[in-house]
């Protein structure tokens, strides 16, 4: 035996000897090189599975949106970013990740001599709408960001005003949605389109609606402007058109709620009482769909919501419904029902958008209750209600849209807390044990005080302090 393996070892020494020693530096792992299809496609996932999850690492606006609440370790639900440093996974996600990766396409674009012009100008421009999309997301959740130095050879940029970065972005969005038309050559590597060069168009004009109705209370000329081009070159008409990624039920390609709720085998999540009690209110048609599990309350089965900001039983609570463990449960990043709620909020402006408030707002609310699996029976009952219907349901117009909107974005953490913020409605309850409302905004990571302190700490001063509670520049309700 002992020969045995004393020969193994001198033949591998002889290999060893004649193979070229170079290939020591050669990763066999990770590629050199990639191919532009690949970036875009890794751009897409990162961001989609970041907007899906709702591990309390990466994202907690399923939380700070109070659609949710938890079981144990309720930190994430009296706002704390900084144990799990959330704040920095969020900023490393959407920069180093999706920002560098998208902005690797044109590059390779470039240079690929299976393109023609036509071919050549769509991919820059879907991979823009991408980049423009992900600029937003970060501006929305920090507020003044590194914007014009990021991602260079500055490794300590300066921090740009956000209101001027939403100007920029616009500009570059009309420039893409100029560039969109004819074909692309993208195909299978564009995972929500499939190289669909007319659908990009729709979601960059619903994109450009969604900011212009961010920044309407701040620039209502410039937000009417963008509005009104927006619907006139075409938004989403349908839920077909939606911007969302179809997941798989073979991993590593599942929703990432699937591997939060099912796979881990925990069960640190149940219904939060906000959103439980406002649906009860209204008897909503959505809750079997919404959540699962009731429990007999004085006689009566009823769907029960855990104190926001507790720590709850999860066994005494409701919890996310059944079409959310569903590993191929779509991750919705924009949708038509959006689009809709956005459409009645221009409408009750005076902006030019091709229907009235009451029209659109009544088309949000069926679009999500038929989308979520309600009928049209189901419809026509909830629109009926006093409480409901836009003529008579209490409050002022942000009011009505706003909790209805709010309801209809569940699933969409981000999308529904930023809805609350431009709206202040609707009225959400005081975390148990922070003792406060949901934060205004994501404060700066730990890293970029250690590593960018200079500017992050003017940008701190600049917006009024690093506080969770300091507005971006459109919360101005």
Known sequence: MKKILIFCMVALGFAACNSDITDINVDIKNPTEVSAGALFASATISLSDFLASTNVN?????LWSQQWAQTTYADESNFDLVTRDVNGNTWDRLYATVIRDV????????VDPFLNDENRRNQYAIAEVLEIFTWHILVDIFGDIPYSQALTDDVTPGYDDDAVIYADLAARLDKAISDLSGASEMGAADLIYGGDVSKWRKFANSLKLRMAIRMADV???KAKTMAETAVADGVFTSSADDFALVYTSATPNTNPLWEDLVQSG???F??????????????DPRRPFYFRDQYDVDG???WVGGVYGANNAYNANSHPGTLLLDATFPGTNMGYTEVLFLLADAAARGFS?????????AMGITNSILEWGGTQDDVDTYLARTDVAYATAAGEWKDKIGLQKWLALYNQGLEAWSTYRLYNAPEMNIAQDA?????????????EYSLNEENVKAAGATIGGDDLMTPVFWDVN
């Not at 990466?58 to 399923?62: C, Q, S, Y």
């Not at 902005?103 to 470039?110: C, I, K, Q």
């Not at 958008?353 to 707002?361: A, I, M, N």
Request: aromatic share 10%; proline share 7%; net charge negative.
């Open 58 to 62: 990466t994202n907690n606006f399923r």
């Open 103 to 110: 902005r690797g396409v044109a590059p390779l674009a470039a």
């Open 219 to 221: 620039d209502a000329g």
């Open 266 to 268: 925990r069960s640190d």
């Open 270 to 283: 149940v219904i939060a009482n906000t959103l439980a009690d406002y649906m009860n209110g209204l008897e």
């Open 300 to 302: 009566t089965l009823e």
């Open 353 to 361: 958008v091709g229907g009235t408030v009451e029209d659109f707002y």
């Open 435 to 447: 003792g406060t409302l949901p934060p205004m905004r994501y404060t700066y990571p730990v890293d």
